[in-house]
């Protein structure tokens, strides 16, 4: 038998978003709220503007939400952007006069997430939904929900994700919305009174919505402060030009989604959103967290070792980094990682529409693979290569499928797919793709749907003593293929399906792979660890993990594995350590 450690959080503190102002008419004080994001639960704070304390803590049950602020009661309507365990599944208040929360549930839908709300004239709060567009309305005198169907605009495309956003009431008494698919935005206006919906021309131009935070010019929703801009990550506010700090304790962690042996022998990572890098030190164990990287504003999907570097790709924006652990961490985020001394430094964007860089490769020609998704609105993806000798990339485009993993041996790279594009653009195709591209005439040389109930390759890896390409699907299959053959020659169907993490994507789980030290193939379910013993072709399930939501492996010293788990790193000894006494 094996044995699990837990080697702790990896990085505390989670992303932060808000700067939402009230006034608190029960203790005559504005405030700044601000929001700590991440997957194992948020926490909603508030700072009081004159004195910089931190007086409102409230822990919130999702990964992410949104603020909407009532002037004249000085109510906070939270809703989730992302549940602990489903899409978005509450809407909250918290009143100054309780000063605790309540809950009020979620309307008749599933399968859908708050992504903005406004305060209507009739005392309502009108909420748009996302990836179906829908328009819903919560009245808090009767505790009811009313779902006014979905806003966009016809023609309606099957599994198109559709964004509603409504943004304030006009004169006429209804609300805009914006209506995001793919660009240009569209805008309807709805009217309460009627139940219809009327397309826009034109981008109207609205006031800031009531309850909303702070107005284009700075100045907050309640009119009993001074202008005041806020600065959350910095942890500063000014105040008519003075400028002011506080001290928040972090409390959230955030989840592993990177994960990877460095060029100096130990183990990095990085964590989802917060765009923070982790160090675990195998000779000192210690598990440190580096800190942001300095350039864009999404994830860093994860790391891989080169030479005496590890490179990174962050979203949004497709942006390609070295970090040289030889020397201290400077990632100057002042130049967005461009100057010389920054570390990590930034090369720039992929460009090509790139904008989710998932998961790397060292091919045959010693250059890095990439496997990315494109930009918001835009089918495909496709294959970066990046030459760590002359730091050119070269973008290979995938119009209709984006690509979701990848691997090399020393002859090819091999892709896996996923139907999905950017969000917002329709989906071309139906079925998952597996190929082959071949460095030397830069194209792919063969191409093969494996599965046809499969949506997307979700990981793959090879082996030495077979030389099969052995990968994952959504559906939980895991198969081996032949290069020499071109064709699938076993499947093993497993116990569990990945693991589900938001934006890499969160529409289906991610079983990881990864080759160890003996040949055999490892990986992790959402809550198994497994090893294919590929002499006998057997799959065979190791000791229970201590956590769930399992996400990335990788094998430091041989027999010596580590797992990302929430936001906790397991290290996993194949072999038990003997005890003494």
């Not at 450690?5 to 029960?26: E, F, I, N, Q």
């Not at 009081?48 to 990964?63: F, T």
């Not at 994960?259 to 990095?268: Q, S």
């Not at 030190?281 to 504003?297: E, P």
Request: glycine share 12%; aromatic share 12%.
């Amino acid at each position: 038998m094996g044995t699990f450690y837990d080697l702790g959080r990896a990085v505390v503190g989670g992303w932060t978003g808000g700067a939402w102002l009230s006034h608190d008419p029960v203790q005559n004080r504005d405030l700044i709220w601000g929001g700590e994001f991440g997957q194992e639960g948020a926490n909603l704070f508030a700072v009081d503007v004159a004195s910089g304390e931190v007086v409102e803590e409230q822990r919130i049950g999702a990964r992410e939400f949104f603020v909407t602020v009532d002037p004249q009661s000085g109510v906070l309507w939270i809703y989730n952007y992302h549940g602990l365990n489903q899409p978005g599944n509450i809407l909250q208040s918290w009143n100054p006069k309780t000063r605790q929360l309540s809950y009020h549930g979620f309307p008749l839908l599933s399968g859908h997430r708050f992504v903005g709300a406004s305060l209507g004239p009739d005392g309502r709060l009108y909420l748009g939904t996302h990836p179906f567009g829908h328009l819903v309305s919560f009245d808090p005198g009767s505790e009811t929900w009313t779902d006014h169907g979905c806003q966009a605009p016809e023609p309606i495309v099957p599994g198109q994700h559709i964004w509603c956003r409504p943004l304030a009431f006009n004169a006429g008494g209804e609300i805009i919305c914006q209506i995001n698919r793919v660009p240009p935005h569209e805008f309807v206006a709805f009217n309460p009174q009627t139940g219809k919906t009327r397309k826009l021309e034109n981008a109207p131009d609205l006031p800031k919505a009531p309850g909303s935070g702070v107005r284009q010019d700075g100045r907050p929703a309640s009119d009993h402060a001074a202008t005041i801009t806020v600065n959350l990550e910095a942890r500063s506010y000014t105040v008519n030009g003075a400028e002011h700090t506080f001290a928040y304790t972090p409390k959230v962690a955030t989840d592993i989604v990177g994960l990877n042996r460095g060029p100096d022998g130990n183990i990095y990572g990085s964590t989802i959103i917060s765009m923070h890098v982790f160090k675990f030190d195998t000779q000192s164990r210690q598990l440190s967290d580096l800190g942001r990287v300095g350039f864009g504003h999404g994830e860093v999907y994860d790391v891989i070792a080169h030479g005496d570097k590890l490179y990174m790709g962050s979203y949004t924006g497709a942006y390609w980094a070295a970090y040289d652990p030889s020397k201290a961490w400077n990632p100057r985020p002042d130049v967005g990682g461009k100057a010389p001394d920054a570390n990590p430094r930034c090369f720039g964007q992929m460009g090509h529409d790139m904008n989710r860089p998932f998961e790397y490769a060292v091919g045959p020609d010693n250059r890095i693979y990439i496997a990315c998704r494109a930009d918001y609105g835009l089918t495909g993806g496709g294959i970066v290569r990046f030459d760590p000798a002359s730091e050119v990339m070269d973008v290979f485009r995938d119009e209709l499928q984006s690509v979701q993993s990848i691997a090399a041996d020393d002859r090819y790279v091999y892709g896996g797919t996923s139907i999905s594009g950017g969000r917002g653009s329709i989906e071309p195709t139906t079925q998952a793709r597996f190929f082959m591209f071949d460095p030397q005439s830069e194209r792919r040389i063969y191409e093969t749907i494996p599965f046809g109930d499969a949506i997307a390759i979700t990981s793959l890896a090879c082996s030495p003593v077979t030389g099969l390409v052995y990968g994952t699907t959504d559906t939980g299959v895991l198969f081996a293929f032949s290069p020499d053959q071109r064709q699938v020659v076993q499947t093993w169907q497993l116990r569990s399906l990945g693991t589900p993490l938001m934006g890499v994507p969160e529409t289906y789980g991610v079983i990881h792979l990864t080759t160890g030290s003996d040949g055999n193939i490892y990986g992790v379910t959402n809550s198994e660890l497994f090893t294919l013993d590929v002499r006998t072709d057997r799959v065979n399930y190791l000791d229970q993990p201590p956590i769930s939501d399992l996400y990335q492996i990788v094998e430091g010293r041989p027999g010596v594995f580590y797992i990302g788990a929430r936001g906790h790193l397991l290290e996993y000894h194949v072999k038990g350590t003997p005890h003494y006494r």
